[in-house]
């Protein structure tokens, strides 16, 4: 059993090639606060709420022996719940969000990023939040090449993402981190941006997890499924 974890904006539908590329496997692919039919309450923790939803899934899942999956935002959300779950039995953290990894230089990066998104938001031009978030980790003009269609998703949660970004602890528990004693795998992307590197080598370290790398960018479980379905078969 796979129980996935999406990313800020994307919902469970990002994982749709990764999931028909292994039809003898048992998925499940979550839907965190605010995407699709799972409530959101805008004056409680964005973290919190999602990390119930995920232990509250792990719960209801027959099996108790569970591999948990997450990308981005949805690795942070994985990493927390499995310190609280004993259902986890392995972890793939996909370029996870772990604010607290980065050096003081990233980390600074990383707050303007924030800080200019909600003041985007605020404002009420949703669109340059997100492209602001978008460029920042799939480089610039990937907000152009996205379809209408994606743009309006990501325009339509922009809160929600806001949320997500702000509410992300900038201290972790790292003494629990290396005490989950489960195995646990980082991926991390060819194109992977100099952020996203820093914080998948510091969770591997504590962990003791492998890092494996795959063809792409920060969206490789959506462009490259097929070479992320292989990590997590192998």
């Known amino acids: 059993m796979r129980v996935l974890v999406h990313s800020s904006g994307l919902g469970p539908q990002q994982w749709r090639r990764l999931m028909a590329l292994d039809a003898s496997q048992i998925y499940h692919a979550i839907s ?9 309450d805008a004056s409680l923790s964005a973290v ?4 119930a939803v995920v232990i509250a899934a792990l719960q209801q899942e027959p099996l108790k022996s569970v591999h948990l999956v997450g990308h981005s935002y949805g690795g942070l959300i994985a990493l927390l719940a499995a310190l609280e779950s004993d259902r986890v ?23 303007h990023l924030i800080h200019e998104f909600a003041k985007a938001d605020q ?6 939040a ?6 920042f980790w799939n480089g ?26 702000t509410d992300a602890p900038r201290a972790l528990d790292r003494d629990a981190i290396s ?17 996203a590197a820093e914080m998948g080598q510091a969770a591997a370290k504590l962990l ?5 790398r795959v063809p792409g960018g920060h969206m490789a479980p959506i462009t490259h499924a097929k070479e992320c379905a292989l990590v997590l078969n192998g």
């Open 130 to 135: 997100v492209k602001g978030l978008v460029e």
């Open 89 to 111: 039995s392995q972890l793939t953290l996909i370029e996870p969000l772990l604010i607290d990894f980065l050096s003081d230089k990233a980390r600074y990066e990383m707050e």
């Open 208 to 212: 003791s997890a492998k890092i494996i």
């Open 140 to 165: 610039q003009g990937a907000w152009d090449h996205l379809s209408e269609v994606v743009k309006s998703a990501l325009i339509g949660v922009a809160t929600k993402i806001g949320a997500e970004v």
């Open 32 to 40: 965190l606060s605010g995407y699709g039919e799972t409530p959101f």
């Open 123 to 128: 404002a009420g031009v949703p669109e340059q």
């Open 179 to 195: 005490k989950l004693g489960v195995p646990a795998t980082i991926i991390l992307s060819e194109g992977a941006i100099d952020a």
């Open 48 to 51: 919190q709420q999602d990390v």
